[in-house]
């Protein structure tokens, strides 16, 4: 006979329960309304670029704002400024998800890391090298290698939310996983690959600003403005060094303090960037960059060895690399499936990871400068991140729950 607990015991056992797994689930819910409004503003971009508004439209982002303050005087178009300032809220924002997935959360087990782990880094790697395949004869277009190694976390869990209880947890939290350890990687490629060129003395003032943050940390200041504050001035120098600013962001999550409960610093701030993020910065990021014309494009442009080789690499690359490697793990007994997840639901979440958006969209960005392979990026991201959804929720549709008696555990 099952043993049975009084109700103050079985008040304190729902708390304890309820407190582990609101964040996950404050988590969830953020990423995924936050996808639906990104596909809004994509969808809207299309809509703007392709009517009368479309003058008004590219005008608008190439016009430039500047302001000069002492010494520093930045003049940026309102493109840039999206995408080297507003963006760097994004990258703070996932700096500081992989900061508490590490130390403490999804990732910080070596037994939970190997799946998702495993399967990011092939996912990652096969669509490159699809990519690679059709444009390295092509010595213009070689740059973009990169864009379609990313998952849009946001758009991808938004797409799986339309499923309801259908996908079992556990796929959330394993999809989830891959697209942190996807933005790691792309993190480290920018980094490495898109760093044109370096200015020292700059480079050398970041440093010091970063030694000072790591300072703070480990004097245990708890206090967030100074860190937010001479995060301010990282990321100018980082600007002036000729990385890229977002990485700044990064930088700066790295350095704010993660101690036990929910009043840590790290907390308190990725709970007040979430919603920012979600509903201002990504969709606001997605109108700026999803406009495209399709003026003069026809269905010949797909098979240019640019969108041919984002399209492909994302729709087939991405599942390739994250269903090949989890399942050859899975069945040599190194991994076990997710809780409740069948293999056909796990194919389906591998295809959703082809969902490659707002990161693709950005090494686009960094990746060319020439208008016309930004927009040949363009549409080899729109058409695999749509290929993507569509296949992966019908896999997911269609695929049957694992029965209890063969269930594995996360």
């Known amino acids: 006979m099952p043993r049975r607990f009084r109700p103050e015991t079985q008040r304190m056992i729902g708390k304890a329960v309820r407190t582990t797994t609101s964040a996950f689930k404050t988590f969830i819910a953020h990423e995924a309304s936050g996808g639906y409004l990104l596909m809004a503003s994509a969808a809207l971009a299309l809509v703007v670029a392709n009517s009368p508004l479309a003058d008004a439209y590219f ?5 430039h704002l500047g302001f000069t ?12 400024w999206i995408n080297d300032g507003l963006m760097a809220l994004f990258f703070l924002l996932v700096g500081l998800e992989i900061k508490r997935e590490v130390l403490g959360g999804q990732l910080s087990r070596p037994a939970d890391v190997l799946l998702p782990g495993a399967a990011a880094l092939s996912g990652v790697a ?6 690679l395949a059709f444009n390295l004869g092509h010595p213009a277009s070689v740059a973009g290698w990169a864009i379609p190694s990313a998952t849009d976390i946001a758009f991808a869990l938004g797409v799986l939310a339309l499923m309801g209880p259908r996908v079992p947890a ?14 790691l990687a792309a993190i480290v490629i920018i980094a490495l690959f898109y760093t044109e060129q370096l200015h020292l003395m700059a480079l050398a003032g970041a440093g010091a600003v970063l030694l000072v943050l790591i300072a703070l940390n480990r004097l245990k200041v708890m206090s967030l403005w100074p860190y937010l504050l001479l995060g301010v001035v990282l990321w100018f120098l980082v600007l002036e ?5 977002t990485l700044a962001g990064v930088a700066l999550a790295l350095t704010i303090p993660l101690r036990a409960g929910d009043h840590s610093p790290l907390h308190r701030l990725e709970h007040a960037l979430h919603k920012p993020v979600a509903f201002s ?9 999803a406009g495209l014309s399709f003026a003069g494009i026809g269905l010949a442009a797909l098979l240019d060895p640019i969108p041919l080789g984002v399209a492909l690499g994302l729709f087939v690359g991405k599942q390739l690399g994250v269903f090949g490697v ?3 793990l899975i069945r040599m007994g190194w991994a076990r499936l997710p809780r409740g997840a069948s293999l056909g639901q796990l194919y389906g979440v591998a ?12 090494i686009g960005g960094l990746a060319f400068r020439d208008p016309h392979l930004i927009d040949e990026t363009k549409i080899g991201v729109l058409v695999g991140s749509l290929l993507s959804a569509l296949l992966g929720m019908a896999i997911l549709g269609g695929a049957g729950r694992k029965t209890p008696d063969v269930e594995a555990s996360a």
């Not at 005008?59 to 016009?63: A, I, N, R, T």
């Not at 303050?69 to 840039?80: K, R």
């Not at 060094?241 to 600013?245: C, D, E, R, T």
């Open 59 to 63: 005008k608008g982002l190439g016009f």
């Open 69 to 80: 303050l002492g010494p520093v005087h930045l003049d940026e178009s309102v493109l840039h």
């Open 126 to 131: 096969v669509p490159a090298l699809i990519y």
């Open 170 to 183: 556990s796929l959330k939290v394993f999809l989830t996983a891959i697209a942190i350890m996807d933005d």
């Open 241 to 245: 060094s000729g990385i890229h600013a």
């Open 281 to 289: 910065v990504t969709p606001i990021f997605g109108f700026a960059n």
């Open 326 to 328: 989890a399942f050859g």
């Open 351 to 362: 295809v959703l990871c082809g969902v490659g958006f707002t990161m693709s969209l950005f």
